[in-house]
């Protein structure tokens, strides 16, 4: 234990508290047991060193450790606890779970054994993490970690200090807002590098190996979680990497499963299932027509890619713009918010609005008799009445 508690001081001690994710002040850090799910680079485990660096500094009470540690090839996570909370422990975390056999089992004692001890735990396979949900259920708040906002990316990258919106904000106050932020910067000088490198905190200036790390998230999921987690056929892996370039280059995609299935050379349930599982691990954002209770059997209405750097990274800087649009919109709304299918528009959000997504040209005609409607247009600095700049709805989180 005495190797894990240096390691833990040194990394305490290299932290900086200079930039910090938005959920670390939104989440119930007192709770008996929280985990932190998201993809693989996205902040969680600095966001969690920060918490345990401005809460604890280097108290004894509070400890960090990975679960791929060489110290738990041989110790058990249970037993770390138990001498843990003999030695005055009082919060845990804990780090790559999805990294550990039976994590979920030992996470479930820890918390009946130790009613005590608060446990933070993160997972970068969303799909592992999704496994033991039912391991963990009646006792664990999980919470999702999305990649950065634009407004996290104008501070993370560029030190450009704004606030964040409310959703209402932005549909109610949007002309005054964006007059009030280009007063102080230029949001569109800066956009563009969002939409192709701006989502993950790791980028370095290199763009080339940004898109390599990428890719490399992409086949690990497709290669190696894929088939050991949800038991899928390793030799269609390429015909589901095509799929994904057809997604980025799509107006947006809206699929024909049995097309596809033929074109693959299966079921059409068994499409059903990849696109799920695609979903499940944070490749790909589904819309439907009804989006509460959703069956596996139901076929989503558009498909997306999570977020705008796969596309440009999957489509070698050629991905079409209007599902660029469509994809940051929905990635960054549904954050707090439920997107759905709209028949007539692109998105109904909330059960309430509609908004259609375009260039400078978009007219209103689609919704102009929508109540509730709204025109989000790309390239614009600031809006009127119901026309609102696309770049604004990054501000969000």
């Not at 390691?7 to 119930?28: A, E, K, M």
């Not at 050991?228 to 390793?234: M, Y």
């Not at 059997?297 to 649009?325: C, F, H, S, V, W």
């Amino acid at each position: 234990m005495e190797k894990l508690r240096n390691r833990h001081v040194g990394l305490i001690d290299n932290t900086s508290l200079d930039f910090q994710r938005y959920l670390i002040n939104r989440l119930p850090w007192e709770r008996q047991l929280i985990g932190i799910k998201g993809s693989r680079g996205v902040g969680k485990t600095t966001m969690i060193l920060q918490y345990i660096k401005s809460r604890y500094q280097q108290s004894e009470k509070a400890i960090y450790v990975s679960l791929d540690d060489m110290y738990f090839a041989e110790n058990s996570l249970l037993e770390f606890a138990d001498e843990f909370v003999s030695k005055g422990g009082e919060h845990l975390f804990v780090d790559e779970v999805h990294k550990y056999p039976n994590w979920s089992v030992e996470l479930k004692n820890i918390y009946d054994y130790h009613p005590k001890l608060r446990v933070v735990f993160t997972g970068s396979s969303l799909l592992e993490i999704l496994n033991s949900r039912a391991d963990l259920s009646r006792r664990a708040l999980v919470f999702n970690l999305q990649g950065l906002s634009f407004r996290e990316f104008l501070l993370f990258r560029h030190n450009i200090r704004t606030d964040s919106l409310s959703f209402e904000d932005v549909l109610s106050n949007h002309t005054e807002i964006a007059l009030d932020i280009s007063n102080k910067f230029k949001p569109l000088a800066y956009f563009d590098e969002y939409l192709k490198t701006g989502y993950f905190p790791f980028f370095d200036g290199n763009r080339s190996l940004y898109y390599k790390q990428l890719q490399e998230v992409v086949n690990m999921i497709l290669e190696i979680e894929l088939p050991l987690l949800r038991n899928t056929d390793i030799s269609i892996v390429s015909k589901i990497k095509q799929l994904l370039l057809i997604i980025s280059r799509s107006v947006p995609f809206k699929p024909n499963i049995s097309s596809i299935a033929d074109k693959v050379n299966v079921t059409r349930k068994t499409i059903l299932d990849y696109i799920t599982y695609l979903n499940d691990a944070g490749i790909l954002s589904l819309i439907y027509k009804d989006s509460h209770g959703v069956s596996l059997l139901q076929k989503p209405e558009k498909i997306y890619l999570d977020n705008t750097n796969l596309a440009y990274m999957l489509a070698d800087d050629t991905p079409n713009i209007g599902n660029i649009r469509e994809t940051f919109f929905l990635n960054q709304v549904s954050q707090n918010h439920d997107v759905g299918y709209s028949e007539k528009g692109d998105f109904f959000v909330d059960n309430k609005y509609t908004f259609e997504i375009g260039g400078k040209n978009k007219t209103n005609k689609q919704i102009m008799d929508i109540p509730d409607a709204y025109r989000v247009v790309d390239n614009i600095e600031y809006g009127y009445d119901k026309t609102i700049p696309l770049w604004l709805f990054g501000f969000l989180y």
